[in-house]
């Protein structure tokens, strides 16, 4: 049996690909990157895919039994489109089952909506593919805020508009055992499923930060405008509209889910404590 998995080359790609190395060898496992320079470390066969092209697609996809979809990273809307070039090549190749990395959020009311609503879409192509199916809704993953450690740690403190808000944070190793076993086992198919670890607020997340980096952050919380204003002045008008309206839908609850992480992954997740020590452990090797 050989499983692809697209964006191969990125950060939850390669973990996916790791997982599943271990759990079927890495001759059956085959990577599907837009820069296949960038996947060749994972020791496996690698394909040339980018998502504007459906022809790549018709080609990377030939003799696989199944996809994993990891959703594009470019504007909401041409998103749809890039995800569809994937799904019908899968239907013209005889691919039999397709997995979708979706996302957890507000699909209304937010800055970050659009990105859910072109998530939303590709579920619905995906369901209706006529192939095999898995979604998993992932959590906003914990490591960024753990690289930003240095710029809070200037700052004094960590400063966004979540308020009170609780987010069911979780990573990417975790993301990558569960997606593995989503692949392999058939009793998956037809779920969809949040990919979420405990809620924290974000002042919980600051005391976790401190216990294990030995820092003395605060969190500030500050009005959902001022938050606007000053991510998309350091990060430009897309990135950081997206950024404030994660932080946005963390403030109303949208990120305070229930998780389906044990029933996709087969085991429990890890807290919000380990996923940092864990986090603390990488840095070290
Ligand atoms: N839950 C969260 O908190 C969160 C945060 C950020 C992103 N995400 C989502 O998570 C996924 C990837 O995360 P990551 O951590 O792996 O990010 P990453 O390490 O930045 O990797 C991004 C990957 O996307 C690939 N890519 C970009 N445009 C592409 C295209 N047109 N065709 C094919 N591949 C393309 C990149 O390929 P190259 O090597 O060629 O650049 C790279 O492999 C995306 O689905 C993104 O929407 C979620």
Wanted: hydrophobic share 35%.
């Amino acid at each position: 049996m050989k499983i692809a998995v697209t964006s191969a080359s990125g950060q939850l790609g390669s973990a996916i690909v790791r997982q599943l190395v271990k759990e079927i060898g890495s001759e059956n496992v085959i990577g599907i990157a837009r820069t296949p320079a960038k996947a060749t470390h994972l020791g496996i066969e690698v394909r040339k895919g980018d998502y504007n092209d459906r022809s790549e697609f018709d080609q990377a996809l030939q003799g696989v039994d199944r996809v994993m979809l990891l959703s594009g990273m470019d504007a909401p809307d041409q998103r749809i489109q890039q995800h569809r070039n994937v799904i019908e090549a899968a239907k013209l190749n005889g691919v039999q089952k397709i997995v979708y990395t979706s996302i957890v959020g507000a699909e209304e009311n937010t800055a970050f909506s659009p990105v859910v609503q072109s998530n939303r879409q590709t579920e619905q192509d995906v369901r209706e593919s006529g192939l095999q199916w898995v979604i998993g809704r992932n959590g906003i993953y914990i490591e960024p805020d753990l690289e930003y450690l240095d710029n809070y740690i200037k700052e004094g403190e960590i400063r966004n508009c979540a308020g009170e808000g609780k987010c069911a944070y979780t990573s990417r190793g975790e993301l990558g055992y569960a997606y593995a076993q989503m692949l392999l086992n058939h009793e998956h198919n037809g779920q969809t499923y949040n990919l979420v670890g405990e809620p924290i607020t974000q002042a919980q997340l600051a005391d976790l930060m401190n216990q294990v980096f030995g820092t003395k952050l605060k969190f500030h919380s500050i009005p959902i405008e001022d938050y606007l204003e000053e991510r998309k002045a350091e990060l430009g008008d897309f990135i950081g509209t997206v950024i404030a309206g994660i932080y946005e839908g963390i403030r109303n609850g949208v990120n305070d889910v229930p998780s389906d992480f044990e029933r996709a992954a087969g085991r429990s997740h890890k807290s919000a404590l380990e996923m940092i020590k864990a986090f603390q452990n990488s840095l070290k090797h």
